[in-house]
Every structure is written in C-alpha cells, then in structure tokens.
C-alpha cells in the first residue's frame, strides 16, 4: 500500500512539473536553454573564485560532493517519514534558530545606506521628518518608504537594534513559507521541501538577517504577491488586489516594483492570454491585469501624496537621478560597481536636468567603445554570478573577525557552487521535458533580473532580491537526482 502511494504522489507531481500543452512546452524550453547558459555560468565562475579561498583545488569538489549527497538524503528522508504540517513546522524552526543565534552572537551596526535610513527613523521616531530633506533623502527619494516602516517598528517596540532585526527574521520566516509553497506549487512537494530547507540553511540568509537592509520585507513582498499569482492562475476573485498591493507595498520598500510588474506583464500575455485570444474567458484576465497595474501605481501616487501633504518631502517616491545606475554600471573601472570619483564627479551639479545631462552625457561615452563595453559585460556577469557573496562584509563591518568572516566565505560558496549544480540539472530537465507556466515564470523572472544587471549596476548583494528564484529552480535538479538513483535502486531490487 505505501509503494502504491508512493507512485501516485510520483505521478501526481509529474503532472505539476511538466507543461500541460504545445504552447507551455516550447517556450519553457527555450527558457531552459537559456538557464543552462546563466546556472552553467555561475558554475564555473563560482568554481574558479571558490578556489582562491581554500588551500587545495581538491577541497572544493570535495565539500561540494560531501553537501550534495547530505542534501539528497535529507530530501529523501523529508519525502517519506514527513507530513507537510510536521514539515512546515520544522521549516519554521529551523529559520528562526539560526537566524537569532546569529543576531544574539553578533553586534551588527549600521553602516553605508542603512545607517542614514536608521537614523531618518529614529528621527521620525521622535516627531522629527526634517532628514526628508536632507541630501541623501533628496537625492534618494524613495527610501523613505522603508525608513518610515523602521520608525513605526521603533515607535512600537523600542529603539533597540535586535528589535528590526526580530522583525527581519519574521520576513524571512514568511519567505521560506512563501518558497515551500510556490515550489510545491510549480514543481511538486519534494521540490518545495527541497527549495525551503536550502533557503532556510543558506549562509547569507541568516547573517543578512542582522543587517537593517530593505530587502528582508521587499523579497517576502514580492514573492507573495508572486504565490497568489500562480496558486491558481490567476482565477480567484481578489487575486488582482492582492497582487497590486503586494508589489506595490514592495515597492514602496525596495524599488524593484516595475521589474516585478513587468515580469507579470510577460508572464500573463505569454503563458496566460496568448494562449486564450480566441476564448471569451480572455478580456476578463487582462482586465483583471490592467487592475493589477492599477492598483500598483494607486499605491505609489497615494504614498508620495501623502508624504509630499505632510511636509516630510517636497519630492515624489521617484527616482530623481534615471542614468545613475547605468552610469555607474557601465564604468569599466569598478567593472560596473560603485564609483567614489563618478559620486564626486556628478555632486558638483546640482540635482534634476543638469546633473542628469552630466550623467547622461557619462553614459553615452562610455557606450562608444563597443569592444570595451562587451568584454565589460562579461566581467560584470562573471563578478554577478560568480563572486563571493558580500554579506559577511554587511554583517561584520566595523568587527575584527577575520577567522569568523573566512570560514562564512567558505561556507557560502560551498552552498552555492551546490545550487548551481542542482540548477544547471534543473534547466537540463525543463530543456528536455519542458516545464508548467507556472514553473516557468520563476525562470523568466530570474534570465531577465541577469539581463538587467548586463547594463547597470552590480553588487553581489543584489542577488538577496531574485535569489528565492535561484533556489526554487535548482530544487528540480535535486528532484530530478533523487528520481534517478530511485530507479538504479529498483533495477538492482530486481
């Protein structure tokens, strides 16, 4: 009877992982195509960086070997002795506890960025929104979303900084529920377990969860508003407010809302009413997408409203400076990272049309050289995609930890050279097989998030935003494995 079941949940997932018509198929294995070419990428060039902090070429294949078949029989544990309940239960657990150990052991303080959000909060905290019009609110408008949020939590609950960094570890709880869910949902149960306990053990997850960074609550936003997307295709009746106030509200913390909308877009005209042009179910899924842009942008222009009417800005949440990213991107000397000369070169012009000529002009000069700019798209990608993960240097900033901070490194890059294995045998399988819309979508989200940062700005902490992506997908490679040597066993059982 339990081999009996057994084969029907093996069949039952199937039917989630693989497309269900000619139209899903195609285009899910072009995007596989594509994915072998970016997870093969980071592979390789996570390989070859991962050997400059070890001692011994041998190490590295070795640790990697040892942490795969540790996540293979974990995951074939957790599909046979473990209920879902018990499961999410564990999940939950596991998140919380390592996440607080590391917040209990180590005293992050803010720096960069986050140290002049903390303090708008604590400012605003207190009654005074005058830092809204101090340079780096001014300049960065749209910060002050999430410096806002920060000072409610502090008006609430104290000013201590563990505090924001309890509420961090509740996101990130949310998160891998979020994960455990949209795996489930796109590739099946074991996929969804597999995807939510590597989340749950990855390194720069917990130690980030010590750093007041936006991206703790932007990523859980984000990834909900995509969970309600795919949980049932977009048929539930509020599914369309629920999505807009998600990427909305995320945006409102994180800018990365029109990335997400536009990977909506796309999702919904290729997978979704394409495919329906003829049916009369048609005009009512794009009005519910036309609904979803709107209640987007409502949020957006109601907060700025807002903000602008009480005095804390005289700016909208905008972008007040389009080229910078690209600017700053496309400078072969940082290979497209942060630029202290492009920063004090544009701060000599004042804010709006002139500084924006300045960096336009920057731009457009940078682009002439097309030999130039083609060999630095490709060390941009290579240091996107294969570099160490900056999160110890977040996490320890002002701290004498070299031992601590090396061992992190290792530890990272063991876990993602793994992923990137499982991912590279994941994308093998939605090339061959071909995978559901559904499945597909994280996949789209994830090849345009690496197209987007060909052109701008580069920081290895910008994979935290798309890298729940990144483990929903690699959770295919891990299933995929598991089903192979299930089949060498039963062929050896006779």
């Not at 029907?8 to 294995?29: D, H, K, Q, Y």
């Not at 149960?189 to 609550?217: D, F, W």
């Not at 901070?405 to 294995?421: G, T």
Request: hydrophobic share 50%.
């Amino acid at each position: 009877m339990e081999e009996d079941n057994d084969r029907s949940g093996r069949r039952g997932e199937s039917m989630e992982l693989f497309a269900r018509g000619p139209g899903e198929r195609v285009l899910s294995r072009l995007l596989g195509i594509f994915g072998i070419l970016l997870f093969g990428w980071m592979l390789w060039y996570s390989h070859a960086n991962a050997a400059t902090h070890f001692t011994s070429d041998w190490v590295v294949p070795l640790l990697v070997l040892a942490a795969a078949v540790l996540v293979l029989l974990l995951g074939s544990i957790l599909g046979r002795y473990i209920g879902p309940k018990t499961f999410a239960a564990v999940l939950l657990l596991l998140t919380a506890a390592l996440r607080l150990v590391w917040i209990v052991a180590i005293e992050t303080k803010p720096v960069s960025d986050f140290f002049d959000m903390h303090s708008g909060a604590l400012s605003a905290a207190r009654g005074d929104f005058s830092f809204g019009t101090n340079e780096y609110f001014t300049r960065w408008v749209y910060q002050l979303g999430f410096t806002l949020y920060e000072s409610l939590v502090i008006k609430l609950f104290g000013s201590s900084l563990i505090v924001l960094q309890l509420f961090n570890i509740l996101f990130q709880m949310g998160t891998a529920v979020v994960l455990y869910k949209s795996a489930a949902k796109a590739f099946g149960e074991k996929c969804g377990r597999a995807a939510a306990l590597l989340y749950a053990v990855y390194v720069p997850n917990i130690i980030m969860c010590s750093v007041l960074t936006n991206q703790h609550i932007s990523v859980f936003l984000y990834f909900l508003g995509l969970y309600v997307l795919i949980r049932k295709r977009f048929v539930g009746k509020y599914d369309w407010l629920l999505i807009g106030l998600c990427f909305g509200v995320g945006n409102l913390m994180r800018p990365l809302g029109s990335f997400f909308l536009v990977g909506f877009v796309a999702y919904m005209a290729l997978f979704l009413l394409m495919p329906r042009i003829r049916e009369r179910s048609w005009p009512a899924l794009a009005a519910k997408c036309i609904g979803v842009i709107a209640v987007y942008w409502l949020v957006q222009q109601a907060a700025s409203f807002a903000l602008v009417q009480t005095g804390v800005t005289p700016y909208p949440l905008a972008n007040r400076e389009p080229y910078w990213k690209f600017m700053i991107g496309l400078n072969p000397a940082t290979v497209g990272g942060w630029s202290y000369d492009d920063t004090v070169y544009v701060l000599q012009y004042p804010i709006g049309e002139e500084r924006n000529r300045v960096e336009l002009e920057l731009l457009k000069e940078r682009l002439e050289n097309k030999r130039q700019v083609a060999a630095l798209f490709a060390s941009k990608t290579k240091v996107m995609w294969g570099a160490e993960d900056s999160a110890p240097m977040w996490s320890l900033p002002e701290l004498d930890r070299p031992s601590l901070y090396k061992r992190l490194v290792q530890a990272e890059r063991i876990e993602y050279i793994l992923l990137a294995f499982f991912g590279v045998v994941a994308m093998t399988v939605i090339a061959w097989r071909g995978v559901s819309a559904e499945a597909s979508f994280f996949l789209l989200l994830l090849l345009g998030y690496a197209a987007l940062h060909v052109v701008i700005e580069v920081q290895t902490r910008y994979r935290f935003d798309i890298f729940p992506c990144v483990i929903i997908l690699q959770s295919v490679g891990i299933y995929a494995l598991l089903g192979l040597f299930r089949r060498k066993e039963r062929k050896r059982g006779g």
